[in-house]
């Protein structure tokens, strides 16, 4: 049982929508297998202005829809992040998750942009506030780290450096940047793109992930050519192993003008940093022309986190 009030809860009749950010890893460092089958991590997340909104419904059972850019690939049961936030939230409070959880999708499904990590954080905000829990900010650290590595970040949003298997958060200074996101055909699965990683990696030693000084401080300064001469991802030749048609990506943003391109996260959605709105509208246009991927989304950073919205 939650000791989050030390009053009975006064449930919302009406519907509560919550905006949750995408993320980009601006250096994902990744340390050896563990014995438990994750990897430490030194994971400088930063979000971005590319939304999800999840709104939570009263309702006479747990059930999940959704609508947006490849909805058709989002589960609909309750291995959705959004559907097991609202049923842990439900367990620790000795509550039934009666809830009804629509996303609106707009981030990259299965994109390495922690979409359904996203989800889950602010399905789980969403119910607090509908079932009227004002669950502390820790609780809920707590279930978003229950929930997987990347749903605490989604909760808390703005920069940070995630430490552990990510789930263990630092709030770091950053600067405003512009990005391009060029989203592929089809996804990567997490896990298997991990697996590649400790393919690749057979027979080296893999150092302990430390976070770059010098990318922190390019991050905090706003410099986008510092920043760019400083962001690395671990896991992206793993995902170019898997999906090697995203180095033409890659290749194709850079000749477009990009400071800096790389996998986000587990991929296979690519990254590229740009100087301003004006670089950004121009690598968008080259990335469509040039038929290396389904789309392009541009964003700043950084973004807040999951959000409640006002009724209307």
């Known amino acids: 049982m939650s000791t989050s009030t030390s009053t009975s809860p006064s449930p919302r009749t009406t519907p509560v929508t919550v905006r949750v950010p995408a993320k980009v890893n601006v250096q994902l460092a990744v340390g050896a297998a563990r014995p438990d089958g994750f990897h430490d991590l030194a994971n400088v997340f930063l979000a971005v202005s590319l939304f999800d909104e999840v709104t939570a419904t009263p309702a006479d059972a747990l059930t ?3 609508e947006g850019p490849d909805a058709d690939k989002v589960p609909l049961d309750r291995t959705n992040l959004a559907a097991r936030a609202a049923e842990i939230l439900a367990a620790r409070n000795g509550l039934a998750p009666l809830v009804h959880l629509h996303i609106a999708k707009n981030i990259p499904v299965a994109g390495g942009m922690a979409g359904g990590s996203a989800d889950g954080a ?3 905000l969403a119910c607090d506030a509908l079932w009227g829990l004002d669950t ?6 707590d279930i978003c780290a229950e929930l997987g590595s990347d749903v605490p970040f989604s909760l808390v949003g703005g920069a940070a450096l995630g430490t552990g298997r990510g789930e263990v958060l630092t709030p770091v200074p950053a600067g405003s940047f512009h990005w391009v ?5 089809g996804g990567l699965s997490t896990p298997a793109v991990f697996r590649e990683f400790d393919r690749l990696a057979e027979g ?3 150092p302990e992930p430390q976070a770059s000084p010098a990318l922190l401080a390019a991050l905090a300064s706003g410099d986008p050519e ?4 400083t962001v690395a991802n671990d896991l992206q030749p793993a995902a170019l192993s898997l999906r ?3 180095a033409a990506t890659l290749d194709a943003g850079l000749g477009a003008g990009a400071l800096a391109a790389l996998v986000s996260g587990s991929g296979p959605t690519t990254a590229f940093l740009v100087a301003d709105e004006e670089a950004a509208a121009k690598a968008a246009a080259a990335l469509e022309a040039s038929g290396t991927c389904r789309a392009t989304r541009i964003a ?3 973004a807040p986190g999951a959000m409640l919205l006002p009724t209307s």
């Open 64 to 66: 999940v829809t959704c």
């Open 122 to 124: 602010a399905a789980l």
């Open 136 to 141: 502390p900010r820790e609780e809920l650290l």
């Open 181 to 185: 996101f060029a989203v592929a055909d």
């Open 204 to 206: 080296t030693r893999i």
């Open 226 to 229: 510092a920043l760019a001469a």
């Open 244 to 246: 090697p048609s995203l």
């Open 300 to 302: 700043s950073s950084p």
